[in-house]
């Protein structure tokens, strides 16, 4: 009989009256466990060998579970720490005993959860007491994480609770252990529990004929080639067989991020609208990021908490008499009813150079004609760019993230207009439950937020801000038409298209990769 090489090295190496794992059979014919695997199941099909499946679990001391094989688990350290401070006999402050046990950061509370679950005293009105008939030597939970730490020793560094041939911890280092102790250390993130399918293999008595009567090795290939075509030796040739279970090499390719498509998709569509892309600094004049838009030099999104001012030399080209016009919006207002805010307005803090909290800087520079000259209606502006915001971490904020900027100057528009807008922008991300909430901001009136409904939770999340620019930020900038303008938010959009739901699953350093990985490419 003649068989493929791997299958004739397998057959060899099996037993007829002993159960050999796959590993064993790899590290015996000198094949990777992928190849015997493939072997064995094509031997099985051909009625040659037995396979049969178990389940093994493993488990693995984490860094954590083995730095207190070394330094004693925090409860135990406290406790004999107490016994050392008397309390066995009467209660003593806590403090004097944590400082006693060396318990430093997260220990302290992990100590204290602890020491009263496994009856080593009591803790109140903060003193503690100890029960002298206490054995911490014998501690359940750190005899388990020693006797694993030396069968991994033992292993030549392998930290396996169990010998990777058995059903469980019953005749490994853990074979003694409670169930509930070893759930409580996987649940404390001490251990790691591995479970794995074990396969071992038996020859049939086919298998062992085929043995008996001789089996040779014959050459196979698993590709045709074009000189076998040419010389003919595909005839004489046995191709391996395809096998549709075999477990496949996970392969893992670069793609393009989440954000990275929603930002083109974005671009694209606002260009297919009719709009030109804006770009500038990202460390900009408090002039261009606020003051031009309006807004109080005193009012709270200004200061420390919520801005990064950076300590550089504040920025000395700005345009002198647009810096006039407007500290004398803010001072005296603009128009016959306007008032300004009659509060302090300094030059020095216009000029002082922050990171940019909102592209809306960008469209500052524009409109003002600083930066491409003037401009004449109609115009449509964007850009898609990163913002930097002295925020509160959470599912919906970040310290910085992508905005999307956009307005459009023209004659005698309206918030239907705006509205508008926004519904055809959305629906080419298949976005139409689009809701509006009016809104006060110091620089657009009328102005209102933009919510969307999230496809997986249902909620309304905001994804937007927007309005008409007022005559406090137009006038002073030259401009003598109606602007339209919104910032947009594209994490949010992100959310929506692809379903996450939390912003920090998209990027940063708690980005969820297996979510990235297999997130739908949407454009």
Known sequence: MKLPEPQVAVLNAASATEEQPIDRLA???????????????????????????????EYELTEEGRAYVDAGLPEVRL??????????????????VIGAADLDGPEVDIALANFGRKGYGSIDSGELAADGDSDPESDPEA??????????????????????????????????????????????????????????VTLTDAGVTALMEGVEAAETVDRLTPEMLTSGEWADVEF?????????????????????????????????MGFQEMDGPHADADFWINDCLFMPQDHPARTHWDRFALDVPPIEDLPEDLVDRVESAHREGVGEDGDGYHSPWSEDFARAIALRGHTTSLSMRYLSGTQVGELEPPQRFFSVEKVYRNDTLDATHLLEFFQIEGWVMAEDLSVRDLMGTFVEFYEQFG?????????????????FELFGRHPTTGELIEIG?????????????????????????????????????????????????EFLRGAEVTY
Do not use: C
């Open 27 to 57: 590290e015996e014919t000198g094949l990777k466990p992928e190849t015997v695997t493939q072997a064995v199941f094509e031997l099985r099909d051909d009625g040659l060998v037995d396979v049969a499946e178990s389940e093994s679990v």
């Open 79 to 96: 406790y004999r720490a107490a016994i050392e401070a008397g309390a066995a006999a009467e209660p003593v402050q806590m403090g004097r």
């Open 143 to 200: 005899v388990a994480l020693v006797a694993l730490a030396n069968a991994a020793s033992d292993a030549g560094g392998v930290g396996s609770g169990d010998d990777a041939e058995s059903d469980g911890p019953t005749d490994g280092p853990l074979a003694d252990v409670d169930g509930d102790v070893l759930d409580q250390l996987v649940s404390r993130n001490l251990i790691e529990r591995h479970e794995r399918t074990v396969r071992t």
């Open 240 to 272: 391996t067989e395809y096998n549709v279970e075999a477990d496949a090499p996970d392969v893992r390719g670069g793609k393009t991020h989440v954000l990275r498509q929603t930002a083109e998709r974005v671009k694209d569509v606002l260009v297919g």
């Open 431 to 447: 976005i139409t439950d689009i809701q509006f909430k009016p809104h006060y901001n110091p620089y657009t009136e009328p102005s």
């Open 465 to 513: 801000n927007s309005g008409m620019f007022r005559d406090e930020v137009l006038e002073p900038l030259g401009v003598e038409h109606d602007v339209m303008a919104w910032g947009l938010a594209l994490e949010r959009l992100a959310m929506l298209t692809t379903g996450a739901e939390d912003i920090r699953d998209l990027h940063g350093t708690l980005a969820d990769l």
